[in-house]
């Protein structure tokens, strides 16, 4: 594995992360009985509609599980990651590094902090990169 795929592990799982939630809401709305389409599928038969709440709840607790999963694993790996980070030594390094792959933020708004351009930018993550041990067991 490269120092970049190791480092954006952070960033892939906050985006599942979020996927999930939004996919909670939507649930969790669904168990509810408050969700419109779910309003709009009702059919005369009581028992149809308890059981798809019944359905949607059960997937709710499930989701939940993962979640609680990811972000356990999300917590874990931002440490690694962070350890990893600051244990280059070089201070410009150290802040482009946490910029970018602990804070998620864009090469612009890197840019536009450091006050470089990006070119530059990019040559200080070429740099920095070379410098990032990954561990054997991650590879």
């Known amino acids: 594995m490269k120092s970049r795929d190791y480092l954006r592990r952070a960033f892939e799982i906050d985006r599942r992360l979020q996927a999930r939630y939004r996919r909670l809401k939507v649930l969790e709305s669904r168990a509810s009985g408050s969700y419109s389409k779910a309003n709009e599928e009702m059919t005369s ?8 709440m019944e359905e949607n709840a059960v997937k709710v607790l499930e989701l939940k599980d993962l979640i609680e999963e990811d972000e356990n694993t999300l917590k874990q790996v931002r ?4 350890n990893a980070i600051y244990s280059i030594g070089n201070e410009t390094y150290i802040s482009l590094l946490d910029m970018r792959y602990l804070q998620y933020m864009s090469w612009e708004e890197i840019c536009s902090q450091f006050g470089f351009c990006l070119s530059y930018v990019y040559r200080l993550h070429g740099n920095a990169l070379e410098l990032i041990h990954v561990p054997e067991d991650i590879q």
């Not at 440490?79 to 962070?82: N, R």
């Open 79 to 82: 440490t690694e990651i962070k």
């Open 45 to 52: 038969h009581p028992l149809y509609v308890k059981s798809r």
